[in-house]
């Protein structure tokens, strides 16, 4: 295990660990940056926080660090040593009574104060992060990544990484960036597709968590420019298998997060027991879907994709995810199995989830290159562009199954979240690049 080395100087508790009863009537030093300050009744009160929490503070006139907390400003940084007490009026049940205060680096005035508007707010990305509310969906964000991670290296996969540039879309045309690249055209990756499959006879059973580039100019709450997708490729797993890998990890990570980040959930008004104990996904067929919308006054007829309003329907009367499976072949891509009963749907999955519509979109992957090949020409893409792909069927095919799951989307429904934007550090939307 490597131990990070800090300067002596500059040890101390967290905030976390000094909210403890062994703390209790205890000198300790903390550091952290100044969330409030107020004047009550002669006294500064300090709420200071940290990465794990935050405490207040308090100084009086007598203490010989007064002239310090009278000029200290909001945001900034110091360095407090003090007697920890209990007090149950604080936030945290406990308060801290200065003894020396030591400013690290004095903020000058701080620009969040009448207008919180999100946009606003996005313009200043880089200073509305350190927001309470905002470092709760960071750190549940973080919990997601990690759960997936857990999940999948805990059953034996490995985490394989496919390039950011590529030769060829990934899914669309119509929504790649293309890039020029020493004289020729290339692609920002759309997913790691095509080049996970190659990876087949490599590794099996792979996963990636890696951001994904889409030129979408749609403006909704649930969709970036810029994102983060995990997936996973299994070899040997056909679809019944599938679902059940989705479902998996979904569920993992749910009980992680209410297990985990409860302190976090309950900040922002979310129910942690519901994801933790999340009952059995539904399931239903394409067909059933489009019958279901019809009787329900919707004007979608088969063959026509299902768009927000309408995921949204199917997934919010029902109140936990479902799974819709078995969509009309035009719809989805290229690589996407036939069902042998049905050729003109495929083995597809989209999940479900509640506020939301579309977390993850999955299928069983077609071993009929020939059909691929004519399906590529229908959507007006050269198959000979793709003759690295086609190696597979000429060197040792197996069945398997992949999907692709929506970060962001994730922690939006985990963390109530009005838009993706606020569940990404530094959202990039069309109208967006900075900060």
Request: hydrophobic content about 35%.
């Amino acid at each position: 295990m490597i131990v990070p080395i800090y300067s002596k100087r500059y040890l101390a508790k967290t905030i976390s660990e000094v909210q403890a009863s062994i703390y209790a009537r205890k000198t300790v030093k903390i550091r952290g940056w100044v969330a409030k300050k107020r004047t009550l009744k002669g006294k500064i009160f300090l709420l200071i926080r940290d990465s794990t929490g935050v405490i207040q503070c308090v100084i009086a006139p007598a203490d010989k660090s007064w002239s310090e907390a009278t000029s200290i400003t909001t945001e900034s940084s110091c360095m407090i040593q003090g007697k920890i007490v209990r007090d149950r009026r604080a936030l945290g049940g406990y308060e801290l009574q200065i003894s020396t205060l030591e400013i690290i680096g004095l903020a000058e005035t701080w620009p969040i104060a009448r207008d919180t508007s999100p946009d606003f707010l996005r313009g200043i990305r880089h200073l509305s992060l350190r927001r309470e509310r905002e470092q709760a969906i960071m750190k549940i964000r973080s919990g997601v990544i990690g759960g997936f991670h857990e999940y999948f290296r805990s059953r034996g996969y490995f985490e394989h990484q496919s390039p950011c540039f590529t030769p060829t879309p990934g899914e669309s045309g119509a929504e790649t960036f293309e890039l020029k690249y020493f004289g020729k055209k290339v692609y920002l990756t759309q997913t790691w597709q095509l080049y996970a499959e190659m990876m087949i006879p490599v590794l099996e059973n792979i996963y990636t968590v890696a951001p994904t580039f889409r030129a979408d100019k749609s403006m909704t709450s649930r969709h970036l420019t810029e994102f983060w997708m995990a997936e996973v490729e299994t070899a040997w797993q056909e679809f019944p298998e599938l679902l059940e890998t989705m479902e998996g990890v979904v569920r993992f990570i749910c009980k992680k997060v209410a297990r985990e980040y409860r302190a976090e959930l309950t900040l922002l008004g979310k129910d942690w027991k519901y994801f933790a104990t999340l009952p059995k996904f539904q399931r239903i067929t394409y067909r059933e879907a489009i019958v279901e919308l019809r009787k329900s006054g919707f004007n979608t007829k088969f063959g026509d994709d299902l768009g927000i309003k309408e995921e949204k329907f199917l997934v919010n009367k029902r109140k936990i995810p479902i799974f819709i499976t078995h969509y009309p072949t035009k719809l989805k891509a290229f690589y996407m199995k036939r069902d042998p009963d049905d050729p003109e749907q495929v083995l597809a999955a989209d999940l479900m989830i509640p506020g939301i519509g579309e977390l993850i979109g999955s299928s069983e992957r077609s071993l009929d290159f020939k059909d691929v090949k004519k399906r590529l020409k229908l959507s007006k893409e050269d198959p000979k562009k793709y003759e690295f792909y086609f190696d597979l069927s000429r060197y040792g095919k197996v069945p398997h199954s992949g999907f692709g799951l929506g970060i962001e989307r994730l922690v939006m429904w985990l963390t109530g979240a009005d838009s993706v934007k606020d569940c990404i550090a530094f959202p990039r939307t069309p109208t967006r690049i900075n900060p």
